[in-house]
C-alpha cells in the first residue's frame, strides 16, 4: 500500500501467511521439532527498469490487527479495495494510519546496493503466534525505518515477488530452520572417554510409535550377572515420534570385555536389545586427511512435490580397499565411514539458483545425520517446482582446513 503526503512518498507491504498449518505440523504431524527452531521471512527481489535505492533498512514488524487483502497493480504501484493506508477492511480502520503493529518485536536488514532479497530472523515472532500467549497470527508489515519514513529523500521504488508471482521459486515464505544432525546414531563408531549417543527405533507394523511409559536404557558390559564389570541405568530421551536416545560416556578400564549390551525397557517391557563395540581414539603424529567418494544409495529419477524423502548417502575413502590377499570370509556388512560434518545443498539445475544452500552456521540446518547404515536427510519435496530438474551438492568439512565440494551429478525431478 502506498501514501502520497506532500513531498513525501509511503509505501509498506503487508503479508500473512498459514500459521495454523505451521502449527499441525509441529504438534500434529510432529515434521518439525516444537523447540530450537529458528523462523526465517524470506522475500525475493523483483527487478523492474526503475530506479532502485541504496543503503537503506527494512523492518518486518508483526500485525496487531486483522487485515483483507485488496487488489491493486504492482507497477505503477496503486490500491484498490482493502486493505489500504487508511482502513485494514472494509469494516475496519487502522488505530494508527499506515498499519497497526508491535514496534517491541521485528527483524531488521540493511540493504546496500538495493537489489538484495529479504531475509530476517522473525523466531520471537512466530513463537509468540504459535503460543497465542501475547499476539495474534495477523501476519507482518514491512517498512522503512522512522527516519527514512520521516524524510524527504526519495527512496525510488524497491519490489519483491508477491505470492501470485510467475516465478514459484521466487514466492515469499516462512522457513523453519533446526539442526537436521540430532539423529547421529554413534553405534557403529562409539568411543571409550568420549560423549556417544545410541537410539532405539520403536517400529509398530512399520510405523513409529510412542511409548506411553518412561523408557530407560541399562548399558552392561557383555560380562553378564554378578560379574559384569560395567553396568549403569539412564533416562532415555523422546527425539521424534517413535525415536528415543541416550547419552553417555564410557570410560575406559583394562577389564572390560570390549562389548556392551544396551537394553530399553519399562520395568518388566523390554523394547530392544542391542550391542556395540567401543573404539579406542589416539592422537597422530601428522595431521589426518583423507579423501572421501560419496553416492546417494536411494537416489530416484523423479518425486512428487508431495513426498518427503530420506536420502541415504555413503561415505567411502577414496583409496579403499575391498580385501587383502586371499579372501576367507564373506559378510554383508559394508565397512562405511560416518562423516561428522557432511552438508547437502539443492540446486535448480536449468537456472543455476540455489534453492538450499549449505547450512554450515550457528544452526546447521543442512547437517546430515547418520545411523548405522550412514549418513542420511530427509528433504520435503514441496519446496521445489514440478517440472525442473534439481541438482544435489555436499560439502564435506573433515577439519577446519579440509573442505570440499562434491558434485557427483546427482539429479532428480519433480513431477
Not at 119 to 134: C, H, K, P, R
Request: glycine letters at 6%; one cysteine or more; aromatic letters at 16%.
Amino acid at each position: 500500500m502506498k501514501l502520497f503526503l506532500g513531498s513525501i512518498e509511503l509505501g509498506r507491504i503487508l503479508i500473512k501467511f498459514p500459521i495454523t498449518e505451521l502449527s499441525g505440523k509441529i504438534f500434529t504431524d510432529q515434521t518439525i521439532p516444537s523447540a530450537s527452531v529458528t523462523y526465517k521471512l524470506k522475500m525475493f527481489n523483483m527487478q523492474h527498469a526503475e530506479t532502485v535505492p541504496t543503503s537503506f533498512d527494512l523492518h518486518a514488524f508483526p500485525l496487531t490487527r486483522d487485515w483483507d487483502e485488496g487488489t491493486g497493480t504492482a507497477l505503477p504501484n496503486l490500491d484498490y479495495g482493502f486493505s489500504n493506508w487508511i482502513s485494514a477492511s472494509s469494516t475496519q480502520t487502522w488505530t494508527s494510519a499506515g498499519s497497526d503493529f508491535n514496534a517491541t518485536m521485528s527483524g531488521c536488514q540493511h540493504f546496500d546496493r538495493g537489489l538484495e532479497d529479504f531475509e530476517v530472523d522473525v523466531t520471537q515472532i512466530v513463537n509468540e503466534w504459535l503460543t497465542g500467549s501475547t499476539i495474534s497470527s495477523n501476519g507482518f508489515v514491512i517498512k522503512f525505518g522512522p527516519t527514512e519514513e520521516s524524510n524527504t529523500n526519495s527512496y525510488y521504488l524497491k519490489a519483491f515477488h508477491g505470492r501470485e508471482s510467475k516465478f514459484i521459486e521466487r514466492l515469499p515464505y516462512l522457513e523453519a530452520r533446526w539442526d537436521s544432525a540430532g539423529l547421529k546414531d554413534n553405534r557403529k563408531n562409539f568411543a571409550y572417554n568420549q560423549q556417544n549417543k545410541l537410539f532405539m527405533y520403536n517400529f509398530i507394523r512399520g510405523e513409529l510409535v510412542n511409548v506411553s511409559n518412561p523408557v530407560y536404557v541399562r548399558i552392561q558390559d557383555a560380562a553378564e550377572g554378578a560379574f559384569a564389570r560395567f553396568s549403569q541405568t539412564l533416562t532415555a530421551s523422546s527425539n521424534e515420534v517413535g525415536i528415543y536416545s541416550a547419552s553417555f560416556t564410557i570410560v575406559n578400564t583394562a577389564s572390560f570385555s570390549g562389548t556392551f549390551y544396551d537394553i530399553w525397557h519399562s520395568g518388566a517391557v523390554v523394547y530392544m536389545t542391542g550391542n556395540f563395540r567401543p573404539l579406542w581414539l589416539t592422537g597422530s603424529q601428522s595431521d589426518q586427511y583423507s579423501e572421501f567418494t560419496l553416492n546417494v544409495d536411494n537416489l530416484k529419477q523423479t518425486f512428487t512435490s508431495q513426498e518427503e524423502y530420506r536420502f541415504r548417502v555413503t561415505a567411502r575413502k577414496r583409496d579403499y580397499k575391498t580385501h587383502f590377499g586371499v579372501i576367507k570370509s564373506a559378510s554383508l556388512d559394508m565397512d562405511r565411514e560416518y562423516i561428522e560434518k557432511l552438508y547437502y545443498s539443492i540446486i535448480n539445475n536449468e537456472t543455476g539458483e540455489v534453492i538450499v544452500p549449505f547450512g554450515t552456521g550457528t544452526v546447521p540446518y543442512t547437517q546430515c545425520g547418520y545411523d548405522t547404515n550412514g549418513n542420511f536427510f530427509n528433504l520435503y519435496m514441496n519446496s521445489f517446482v514440478p517440472g525442473f530438474v534439481y541438482r544435489m551438492l555436499f560439502l564435506i568439512d573433515i577439519n577446519k582446513y579440509d573442505k570440499k565440494v562434491v558434485d557427483n551429478n546427482f539429479l532428480f525431478k519433480i513431477v
